[in-house]
C-alpha cells in the first residue's frame, strides 16, 4: 500500500529534528548559564563583599539557578515539539491503518474465485 501525505510525513519528521535541536541549544544554553553565573560571580567579588555576602556566592548560586531553570526549559520545550510531531505521526498512523482495513473489508466481501 502505498505512503499518502508525504508533505505531513516531512513536517512531522521536521518537528521531531527541531525538538532535537531544541534540546542541544538548550543543553549548550544551561551550560553557558553556569559558566556565565560563575564567571560574573568571580568579577563581583568587592560589589559582594561591600553587601556582606560571600564574594562567590551570588555567581555560584545564580549561574546553578540558571543552569537548572534553562535545562527544565529545554527539557519541556523538546518533549512538547517532539511530541507534537508524534501526534501527526499518530494521525497518519490511523489513516493508513483505517484504509488497510476498508481495503481488507473489501476484498473478504468478494465472493471467492471458483478452482480450476
Do not use: C, H
Not at 518537528?15 to 564567571?39: D, E, H, R
Amino acid at each position: 500500500m502505498e505512503k499518502r501525505y508525504g508533505v505531513l510525513r516531512f513536517i512531522a519528521t521536521l518537528w521531531k529534528v527541531l525538538a532535537w535541536v531544541a534540546l542541544v541549544v538548550g543543553i549548550l544554553g544551561a551550560i553557558a548559564m553556569l559558566v556565565g553565573g560563575f564567571a560574573g560571580g568571580l568579577l563581583d567579588e568587592t560589589t559582594m563583599r561591600q553587601m556582606g555576602l560571600p564574594p562567590n556566592f551570588s555567581g555560584a548560586f545564580l549561574g546553578i539557578g540558571g543552569f537548572v531553570g534553562v535545562l527544565i526549559v529545554a527539557v519541556l520545550q523538546f518533549f512538547g515539539l517532539y511530541a507534537f510531531g508524534e501526534i501527526i505521526s499518530v494521525f497518519l498512523s490511523i489513516e493508513e491503518n483505517t484504509r488497510a482495513a476498508r481495503l481488507w473489508m473489501e476484498r473478504s466481501m468478494l465472493p471467492p474465485q471458483p478452482m480450476m
